[in-house]
């Protein structure tokens, strides 16, 4: 008998008739014989609806306590599909019961909106497996050291999954959403995309970090942390799909790196056009000057990305990097107010209308020449790259977002990601 974590996204819970389909999966694994804990994200929707009603009534610039009530707010989507998912598992004849984040209680730090994971307490969920009955937790949520309920960020379903599976030392942690595993690139802008069935946690983790809206960063960040097995696979296969077979579906992510997969040199291209960025024109060349600007940023609590400083002219550089374009408003208000004012900068410009593109492989280690060829491809297109990053088994570039699809094929082809592997 294996323990057995099940995450299913908002469109695998998006009607009742889904939850209904949901619940039957679920049973056919608890009467195999594995005892079952379901992360369910809020229907698909939901979120975003209640978020809106939030902004209608509070559309000024958020404070602290403002984001305190967004969670709460927030936090209820989860909750409901919990109380209908284990309803649906009670009238397939199993045993259920639901729990938000707080009653686990799954335990996070203060940062509203944003929150981490510190712990979680599985002592109740534990007993409640001894008793046979299926566990139902919400995902997205915990409760910081003060009682506040909190929000991981978009996404963070994925993460609760992950940490509820790592903390119970799970068997497995199935995640089950709208697509049938992980792609070379995204099948809704290159046709031909191939579904992977391994892909390494490293690319897997990069591939998230770059764009890839399969999995969420912090959930692979996760599974690298504590080796919990996990896989893709697809909520709208049938239901009654033999659990063999289902288990052996989807794609893999996998801790280990085999022959087959260091023949790939570049296993994926990873794309985000949820990105903008940001110069500081005119800034004093001199030690200190990245903290000086990304200091305050990184106080505000916002994440910078791609990180570039030009070349020194007449004691003056010009210092660019990239934010969540939703983050950027503020980036800018920040830098204008305080930053260049204490640099003595010339100014700050912006641009949000840009996307990153990137080449994923861990063959890439092995194998010279491979940026090379993204570079002269994406210049065979006329696409002009304004900056570049890299790491071992990846390259990313920044370009301008109209180019975004053009590029995808073109590297998708370049490094015959349509061809099936050896």
Request: hydrophobic residues 45%; contains cysteine; charged residues 25%.
């Amino acid at each position: 008998m294996a323990l057995i974590v099940h995450k299913y996204g908002g469109t695998s819970m998006g009607s009742t008739e889904r939850i209904r389909n949901v619940a039957k999966r679920v049973a056919k694994w608890a009467r195999a014989g594995h005892q079952m804990v379901v992360v369910p994200s809020a229907m698909s929707g939901e979120t975003n609806r209640l978020l809106g009603l939030a902004k209608e009534l509070s559309p000024a610039e958020q404070t602290a306590a403002m984001l305190r009530e967004l969670d709460m707010i927030a936090s209820t989507g989860e909750q409901v599909s919990v109380g209908l998912l284990a309803l649906a598992l009670q009238a397939e004849g199993m045993q259920s019961v639901s729990y938000s984040g707080w009653q686990v209680p799954v335990k996070t730090d203060s940062a509203f909106t944003k929150a981490r994971i510190e712990s979680i307490d599985d002592l109740r969920v534990r007993a409640d497996l001894a008793a046979g009955k299926v566990v139902v937790i919400t995902g997205f949520q915990g409760i910081d050291a003060e009682g506040h309920i909190t929000t991981l960020g978009r996404g963070g379903s994925d993460t609760s999954a992950v940490a509820v599976a790592a903390a119970m030392k799970a068997d497995e942690c199935l995640i089950y959403t709208d697509v049938d595993g992980v792609y070379t690139t995204d099948p809704r802008v290159v046709p031909e995309a191939r579904r992977l069935s391994t892909v390494s946690f490293e690319e897997m983790l990069e591939m998230a970090s770059l764009g890839s809206k399969v999995l969420q960063i912090r959930s692979v960040e996760f599974a690298g942390k504590y080796r919990v097995p996990m896989r893709v696979l697809s909520s709208f296969t049938s239901w009654d799909i033999p659990i063999d077979e289902e288990a052996k579906s989807g794609t893999l992510i996998t801790f280990e790196e085999d022959e087959k997969m260091e023949q790939a040199v570049v296993s994926g291209i990873a794309f985000n056009r949820d990105e903008a960025k940001v110069t500081v024109v005119g800034v004093p060349d001199k030690p200190g000057i990245a903290f000086q600007i990304l200091g305050p940023v990184a106080e505000a609590n916002i994440d910078v990305d791609v990180i570039l400083q030009n070349v020194s002219h007449g004691g003056r550089t010009d210092f660019s990097f990239t934010v969540h374009r939703n983050d950027y408003q503020r980036t800018l208000d920040l830098l204008r107010n305080q930053v260049v004012p204490a640099l003595g900068a010339a100014e700050v410009a912006g641009d949000p209308k840009i996307c990153k593109v990137s080449i994923v492989g861990i063959g890439m280690r092995s194998h010279v020449g491979v940026a090379s060829k993204m570079f002269g491809c994406l210049s065979e297109e006329g696409i002009n790259i304004q900056m570049i990053t890299t790491s071992e088994i990846k390259t990313s570039v920044v370009i301008d977002e109209k180019y975004m699809e053009l590029a995808v094929r073109a590297l998708h082809k370049a490094f015959d990601l349509d061809q099936a592997a050896a």
